[in-house]
């Protein structure tokens, strides 16, 4: 597959040819000036240019910073290594593909734009090293090592400051506005989901949908706050506290899930319930369109009369178990509007240009965030990157090719790049694609048009046509995987120099160097690092049940809302899988139902230490926690095909609720029904036919 048909039909739009336009006319001005500083490679102050285009000029400031900062790091670390292990190539190999490897397992474990400093480390280590060693075996060169390496950092400099003058002053297009359009969305389907909650009967699995994918989108937005820093929009230096708030309003995606649950046992246990609940939410809706008051604390604030309607649905249900259920219904809902009222407040102040948040709001933004990360991958994907770099550099060794060099930079860029995928293998098609068609186009100008171009302003001219069209086509997928490597290896092997002079020899072993080189890491990747969907989500399901028994020691309060937002964001990972296995599906969504009831595992844990519970009961209650401790351990090490003893832990609950009758405490006893309700229903997915059922009167074998 080509893609021929899609590139038949793209038509590129006004965007797209202001966002090309500006690309290309920095790309030029960089050449320009590395022309004039005469710099040993020219071509990648223009090619650094393509590499960093964005439509979004924060993005594109943030991204040309740690660039330069990586560049300059990597080039250090070359000329740290260089002179001492030229004479002994074979150790240099395995030196500088160890560099490679602990760059990029320290980039993939990062989660930030800052991951692509460490990247760039890596393989800029390897770009200087190379271009070195290549101008030493050449008799006309006269640069040395140093200059190699002043010169990549220049070159790397040039092309920073002009890209981000450029698209930060020529029709720039603020990041800032995108977010804030994205941050509406996900509050208008939030308030949508919750209305859809109570008009009408939501499975469990759809309910999950619905929510998951307003998590995906909060964590896709988490990562764009970043780039908030480096550009001059509305929302300038905002970056913290728009991450707090994306915090804060993970909290109340566990709230829709909870409500969801406690709904469906509402409509099996009292089908009613549902109707008679529409005027309580209807003065909700009303509540939570109103400005908030910044002068309130969240905690004090609730819909008039919110207490008393509750009470007197409660006391109108029938059976003991649906009451239990509609009190940790009435708590959901007072933490989802206590969730959201937070949520509002902190984007009251963000508007105002404010970033100090109040005393009353505890801030769940950790120093280093709180995101997943998957020490396993990092490492696979570390060694597929070593064994890339060191084949590639023994395979230049032993044959003694003078554009080795290229194949060997090729292969340490294009591991580090997909190493981030699960299966890198369908990108690199497409990239092999573009490749191929770039190729065409070199092949093109070195023999029928650049033999007549000397002078800079004809260059731009010639340049123009191919590479603005292929810069249309990189916001654009899967037509990106065409337009990044057509614009940059165009770029890469026609080797633009000052003099105006033309060798196609040169140029021919560039452009095939520039398809060999990917191959290597395409086969280490394949044998080393790829893995399924399937795979990459039972890891991660992995790691989401030892998140779980992990809460069981957790105490309630920040500590715990920072590990469960830690939850989410692994949750978020999960719903961008393409999994195939329907089971695996289907615990993915148990999953984010489960995170729902991580706070009754610290209930319980709180509720067993009050002294009002009887020694009996604390006793009962810990070994209920480590029977789940038990069962996290084994869904830990088997997600998918799991033998748990449920039955067990039925068991204890039930004797929890027996034993909980002898209760003088009516709040600790409510309180201890609910968590337990939660639990079976939730945790353990029991079904209602099985559901916990509250008797009115206890069990007479089960005393203190």
């Known amino acids: ?51 960093l285009a964005n439509p979004y000029s924060g993005m594109v400031s943030s991204k040309a910073l740690y660039r330069l900062m990586g560049t300059f790091f990597g080039a250090a670390m070359a000329l740290l290594m260089l002179p001492h292990l030229i004479n002994t190539p074979w150790l240099f190999t395995l030196i500088i593909a160890a560099w490679v490897a602990f760059c990029l397992y320290i980039s993939l474990l990062d989660r930030t734009p800052r991951s692509y400093m460490f990247m760039l480390a890596g393989y800029t280590c390897v770009m200087v090293v190379t271009n070195a060693i290549n101008n030493m075996s050449s008799t006309t060169s006269t640069y040395t090592m140093f200059d190699i390496a002043l010169g990549r950092v220049l070159e790397i400099s040039v092309a920073v400051i002009v890209t981000s003058v450029v698209f930060s002053s020529i029709f720039p297009l603020h990041i ?35 929510i998951s994918a307003i998590n995906r989108d909060t964590n896709d937005i988490h990562g764009l706050a970043v780039h908030l820093s480096y550009e001059k929009g509305h929302l300038k230096g905002m970056t ?79 059976s003991r178990h649906a009451q239990i259920v509609l009190e940790s219904l009435k708590m959901d809902i007072r933490h989802f509007i206590q969730n959201i009222y937070t949520v509002k407040f902190i984007w009251e102040l963000i508007q105002k240009g404010e970033r100090k948040l109040p005393d009353f709001i505890t801030p769940l933004t950790t120093h280093y965030p709180s995101l997943h990360r998957d020490h396993g991958v990092a490492v696979r994907g570390g060694l597929a990157a070593f064994f890339s770099v ?15 060099y290229m194949m060997a930079q090729m292969a340490a860029v294009v591991a580090c790049i997909l190493t981030a995928l699960d299966n890198p293998i369908p990108t690199l098609k497409v990239f092999m694609r573009g490749t191929l068609y770039a190729t065409l186009i070199v092949f093109v100008y070195l023999f029928f048009i650049l033999p007549d171009v000397k002078e800079f302003w004809q260059l731009a001219i010639v340049l123009a046509p191919v590479m603005i069209y292929s810069v249309c086509l990189i916001p654009h997928p899967p037509l990106t995987g065409l337009g990044l490597p057509i614009s940059i290896n165009v770029i890469m ?26 191959i290597i890491p395409v086969l280490a990747l ?20 030892r998140a779980m028994y992990e809460t069981l020691d957790l105490p309630f309060g920040s500590q ?32 984010l139902i489960e995170t729902s009831a991580a706070i009754d595992l610290t209930r319980l844990q709180e509720l067993a230490q009050h002294q009002d519970i009887p020694f009996a009961l604390h006793e009962e209650i810990q070994h209920l926690r480590q029977k789940l401790f038990q069962a996290f351990q084994q869904l830990e090490k088997n997600p998918i095909h799991h033998h748990v003893d449920t039955q067990a832990i039925f068991q204890s609950l039930d004797r929890i609720r027996d034993l909980s009758f002898l209760l003088q405490n009516q709040d600790i006893q409510h309180r201890l029904w609910m968590s337990i309700n939660n639990v079976r229903y939730s945790i353990c997915h029991a079904s209602m036919q099985a559901h916990l059922q509250i008797q009115a009167t206890p069990h007479r074998e089960n005393t203190v």
């Open 1 to 51: 597959m080509l893609l021929t048909k899609q590139l038949l039909a793209f038509r590129p739009d006004r965007t797209d040819l202001i966002f090309a336009s500006k690309t290309f006319f920095a790309g030029m001005v960089a050449l320009y000036i590395a022309f004039r500083l005469d710099l040993p490679y020219p071509m990648w102050a223009i090619g650094t240019v393509f590499i």
């Open 176 to 210: 800032g506005t995108a977010i804030q359009k994205r941050l509406q969305k996900a509050f208008d389907e939030t308030q949508s989901v919750f209305i859809r909650l109570f008009n009408e009967k939501q499975s469990s699995r759809s309910a999950a949908d619905l």
């Open 240 to 318: 913290k506290p728009l991450q707090e708030l994306l915090h804060q309003f993970s909290l109340v995606f566990v709230n829709l899930i909870a409500m969801s649950q406690r709904l469906t046992q509402l409509d099996e246990l009292e089908p009613q319930i549902r109707q008679q609940l529409q005027p309580i939410i209807q003065n909700i809706l009303v509540f939570l369109k109103q400005k908030p008051d910044i002068t309130i604390p969240s905690i004090q604030v609730l819909p008039e009369n919110f207490h008393e309607d509750f009470q007197i649905l409660i006391e109108q249900t029938h």
């Open 390 to 404: 060191a084949i590639a550099f023994a395979i230049w060794i032993y044959s003694g090719w003078q554009y080795g």
């Open 493 to 518: 092997a026609l080797n633009l120099q000052n003099h105006y002079q033309i060798s196609p020899i040169p140029s021919i072993d560039a452009a095939i160097a520039g398809l060999i080189g990917p």
């Open 526 to 545: 394949y044998y080393i690092r790829a893995m399924s969907p399937d795979i990459t989500a039972q890891r991660l399901l992995s790691a989401h049940y």
């Open 560 to 591: 715990l809302k920072i590990h469960v937002r830690g939850m989410l964001d692994r949750l978020g990972l999960l719903s961008n899988k393409m999994v195939q296995d329907q089971q695996v599906k289907i615990q993915i969504n148990e999953a």
